[in-house]
T-cell receptor, first 118, second 115 residues
Framework: DAGVIQSPRHEVTEMGQEVTLRCKPI?????LFWYRQTMMRGLELLIY????????DSGMPEDRFSAKMPNASFSTLKIQPSEPRDSAVYFC????????????????FGPGTRLTVL | QKEVEQNSGPLSVPEGAIASLNCTYS??????FFWYRQYSGKSPELIMS????GDKEDGRFTAQLNKASQYVSLLIRDSQPSDSATYLC???????????????FGQGTILTVHP
């Protein structure tokens, strides 16, 4: 079975440009999570969705960040305008928390997108 | 106080030894607990989950949970150089409200297994 798919795997952009990261969760999973990982701050939850609806976006750093989930198999995280301090690895994860018989919130991570903002 | 705390390490053990990784958490209502392994440049990989007090064994890995003391640990028996990685402890804060789906991660412990 395919795991969580993310694209692009690497992104290098210049300050002020718009960046869009993409994620396809595991089929049948009803929760989707966006994380950011840096050496200084570790792994931080930015936002998560349940059945395509944003549940908690308290981790989104500021208005420059936005996320959408138009359907059960696709989500985007957009940064506009990007800044050098946004450089990090962005992970998408999914879980089947709400599914019958599922374990409590076992989350499975995609390979990540390494973002560098110059 | 951080919600989930781990010793950052590095923890260095010889090949064949037992590696012991510890994690404490602050929310007494936490319901589920996880250990992830992350190799350098890779994504976190779920290796153990535990929900009840006591021990849970899976191959060379044993997770231990003590809710009264608010700690969870991971033991790796017969450590191998391939176990060298960062180990992340993650805690689900508890049911209800917007915490239902969330995991809070510790900073991770770097483990090095030397031949």
């Amino acid at each position: 079975d395919a795991g969580v798919i993310q694209s692009p795997r690497h992104e290098v952009t210049e300050m002020g440009q718009e960046v869009t990261l993409r994620c396809k969760p595991i089929s049948g999973h009803d929760y989707l999570f966006w994380y950011r990982q840096t050496m200084m701050r570790g792994l931080e939850l930015l936002i998560y969705f349940n059945n395509n609806v944003p549940i908690d976006d308290s981790g989104m750093p500021e208005d420059r960040f936005s996320a959408k989930m138009p359907n059960a198999s696709f989500s985007t995280l957009k940064i506009q305008p990007s800044e050098p301090r946004d450089s990090a690895v962005y992970f998408c994860a999914s879980s089947a928390l709400g599914s019958s018989g599922s374990r409590y919130n076992e989350q499975f991570f995609g390979p990540g997108t390494r973002l560098t903002v110059l | 106080q951080k919600e989930v705390e781990q010793n950052s390490g590095p923890l260095s053990v010889p090949e064949g030894a037992i590696a012991s990784l510890n994690c404490t958490y602050s929310d007494r209502g936490s319901q589920s607990f996880f250990w992830y392994r992350q190799y350098s440049g890779k994504s976190p990989e779920l290796i153990m989950s535990i929900y009840s007090n006591g021990d849970k064994e899976d191959g060379r890995f044993t997770a231990q949970l003590n809710k009264a003391s608010q700690y969870v640990s991971l033991l790796i028996r017969d450590s191998q150089p391939s176990d060298s990685a960062t180990y992340l402890c993650a805690v689900n804060p508890g049911a209800g409200g917007t915490s239902y789906g969330k995991l809070t991660f510790g900073q991770g412990t770097i483990l090095t297994v030397h031949p």
